[in-house]
Each structure stands twice: as structure tokens, then as C-alpha cells.
């Protein structure tokens, strides 16, 4: 969902949001909302059960609330966005459903920003935050990926996905773009905050002949329209994103993808590091749909097989 600071990760660390994947699934299927029915155990109350076997594991105040409030920027096809009624559908959506079965709990998705979301489990509005967000040692430390100072404690990560970077361009109209190298003298269109942003920022400097012109928005959907309105010559966005961009919008005319993914990397579902009996009931849930299945059911559900995992992992980033 992804100004870079503790929010996403710098270049040279091997990150981005999704890793090297097949053809995204354009199937849009409603799975979870805010407003979405909790996970009930046999007796219709939230709560530990055989059809909610990790109830236990949960703190008692999210037990007792049965509700696990999950920060997310619900704009980044297909891992989380809104279908036509304003429900938040995807990968992330569809995974939290099935750890919610786990732990006997709703996840209820609510809307943010992505470079607001760390701040927000601090600030206890949310209690995870599941955005496609990458690993790293700068965000597990609280270390600003620009400057290299110390801005807060950090966060932990449940990591369950692997995620890489592309480019892409208006179709038919490549200029000859097919590295980062390729884009000085060119102006490029991201998301801002993302490792796409990083990288942007990273190859700006490098670059000696023609100045890069980088352009950051909100959300990967602005980035897009003014991609497709002329406004830029490529744009930027981890591998699944701008593979379901190409296949889907105008009709799968408007965009073309050029050259190779890089910078693959882990996403995590952040947790702040005083919680972290949270966290390990959340690797607990992971671990658990993993070995039953429905891990693998969403993960082909939605093309992306490539950036599967065998078992849930803390801290794995680099």
C-alpha cells in the first residue's frame, strides 16, 4: 500500500512489497470487510473452540473483544483493495479470514495510509498492521532508511509472503526502458513510501546525464492515472501489483511491464514489539492454515505461487 522512512525499506536492502510471481487472478471475490461476520466458535460466541483451536493463545483483552484491528491501505491490487461495494478483498483480506477461524477472532480491516500505519500501532489504533509490507532490519529497529537515525523502537514482523519490484510503461510507449538506468532523463510515478519510492530516490542520484523526475503519490491508484494520462514515462510497484495493473487496467491496454523484477524480499505482518504474545499467536494462526491448506487455496486463488512460504518466520528481513 508499500517518503520512505521506518514505513518501507531503502534499495540496497533487498526489499519490496511481493516477490517474483506468475499471472495475477483478476477473479474479484468478496472475502473480508471491516463489517464482515465475526469467526464464532460451535456456540455462536467468539472465543476458543474446536472450530477456533489457537483461541488461547491471544491476549485475553483481543480474546474477550474478538476483534483483531488490522491497519491496512486497502488500494493495492490484488493484495489488498475494495471491490465495487467498498469491501476490502485480496490476498491479505483472504489470509486474515482464515487465521481468524484459527484464533476465534474478526480481523477487521480498517484504511490508512501506508506510511501511517507503523505509527499507528504505536499509537494503539491498530493492533496489526497487514499491507504488503516489507521485512527489514531499518523497521524492526526503527531506523529511518533515508537518513540512518534512530526514530522510534521498531517494530516485529510475522513474515508469510516473498515479494520483488517492477517497471512498467504506457504501452507501446517503452522509450527504451527496461533498467532503473534506463529512467534518468525520464520521470517516474510511485506510490509514496514504497520500495518502488526507495529506489526511485536511490536511482536519482546515480544518475548524470538527464535528471530522474519522480513523482510520489498516496496510493498506487493515483500513481496509475497519471501514468495513463501522460503525466510520466513509467511507473513503479512490487511485481503482483503492476502485473495485475497491466492485465487489468483499460482493459489490459493501457500498460506494458518492461524489464526484470528486483530486490525480492519478505512481507510481514507488523506487530509492535510490547506485544508479543500477539505476535506469536498470529505466527501460531500463519503456521496453522499453512499446514492445513488454506494457505495454498488463497495463494492460487490469486496467481501468486511463486511468493508462497512453508511456514510463518519472525523477523526474517534483511
Request: glycine letters at 12%; hydrophobic letters at 35%; one cysteine or more.
Amino acid at each position: 500500500m508499500t517518503a520512505s522512512t521506518t514505513q518501507r525499506t531503502t534499495a540496497k536492502s533487498a526489499k519490496s512489497r511481493i516477490a517474483a510471481v506468475g499471472a495475477i487472478a483478476v477473479a474479484g471475490t468478496l472475502l473480508l470487510t471491516g463489517c464482515g461476520d465475526q469467526t464464532k466458535d460451535d456456540s455462536g460466541k467468539a472465543g476458543g473452540s474446536k472450530s477456533a483451536p489457537l483461541a488461547d493463545k491471544l491476549p485475553k483483552e483481543i480474546r474477550d473483544k474478538g476483534v483483531i484491528r488490522v491497519g491496512s491501505d486497502i488500494a493495492y491490487a490484488p493484495v489488498e483493495f475494495k471491490d465495487k461495494s467498498g469491501n476490502a478483498i485480496g490476498i491479505d483480506p483472504d489470509l486474515a479470514k482464515a487465521m481468524g477461524k484459527q484464533l476465534g477472532v474478526k480481523f477487521e480491516f480498517q484504511n490508512g495510509t501506508f506510511d501511517t500505519l507503523v505509527t499507528g500501532l504505536k499509537s494503539n489504533r491498530y493492533d496489526l498492521a497487514m499491507s504488503a509490507m516489507t521485512d527489514t532490519k531499518d523497521r524492526q529497529n526503527g531506523v529511518d532508511s533515508d537518513t540512518g537515525k534512530k526514530v522510534g523502537e521498531g517494530v516485529d514482523f510475522i513474515d508469510y509472503f516473498n515479494a520483488g519490484v517492477s517497471i512498467y510503461t504506457p504501452k507501446g510507449k517503452t522509450q527504451g526502458i527496461k533498467t532503473w538506468d534506463d529512467l534518468c532523463g525520464k520521470k517516474i510515478v510511485v506510490q509514496r513510501g514504497t520500495v518502488s519510492h526507495d529506489l526511485a530516490k536511490s536511482q536519482a542520484k546515480k544518475c548524470k546525464g538527464g535528471k530522474l523526475g519522480i513523482q510520489a503519490f498516496d496510493d498506487d491508484q493515483q500513481a496509475q492515472t497519471r501514468l495513463r494520462s501522460g503525466g510520466a514515462d513509467a511507473g513503479s510497484s512490487d511485481f503482483p501489483v503492476a502485473a495485475y495493473a497491466v492485465k487489468t487496467a483499460g482493459g489490459g491496454k493501457a500498460f506494458q511491464m518492461v524489464g526484470d523484477q528486483v530486490e525480492a524480499a519478505p512481507y510481514g505482518i507488523a506487530v509492535s514489539k510490547d506485544q508479543k504474545q500477539l505476535r506469536e499467536a498470529v505466527k501460531a494462526a500463519m503456521d496453522a492454515i499453512i499446514k492445513n491448506g488454506e494457505y495454498d487455496k488463497v495463494i492460487s486463488k490469486w496467481g501468486v505461487e511463486d511468493g508462497a512460504v512453508k511456514s510463518a518466520v519472525i523477523n526474517g528481513g534483511k
